[in-house]
């Protein structure tokens, strides 16, 4: 159970330091990739929330979600990192984290076993 607690805090801190960093990018950007990035990233959180609000197969599936959530803020941070928009400093920071995001989804995702179908 702590460890799912620690996802939500270090969620939490990297969409705090992720928003306020996407307001510097380019302005013209602002409404394509920069919207992208923050709704992957709180979708990220929002899905976190909603499986720890259920159970069995529901979780599971809002876990695998947020996974998807997850694959996508990397691909927007490669591009921003390709495109100097963030530093290689900001990128290795932001890559640290996300790597870490993703080991703690994957272990509470091992722990989520799927209700058995079929039983009645």
Not at 46 to 71: P, V, Y
Not at 79 to 85: D, F, P
Request: positive net charge; charged residues 25%.
């Amino acid at each position: 159970m702590s460890e799912e607690m620690i996802i939500f805090a270090r969620t939490y801190d990297f969409v705090s330091w992720l928003v306020p960093l996407t307001l510097r990018f380019p302005r013209a950007q602002r409404f394509v990739v920069t919207r992208r990035l923050q709704d992957a990233a709180l979708n990220f959180q929002e899905l976190l929330i909603e499986a720890n609000s259920h159970r069995g197969n529901m979780r599971a599936q809002k876990l695998r979600a947020a996974d998807t959530e997850l694959l996508k803020v990397r691909l927007y941070l490669r591009l921003c990192e390709r495109w100097q928009w963030i530093s290689s400093r900001q990128y290795r920071y932001a890559s640290e984290i996300i790597a870490q995001l993703g080991r703690l989804l994957g272990g509470w995702l091992k722990t989520v076993t799927p209700e058995p179908s079929g039983s009645a």
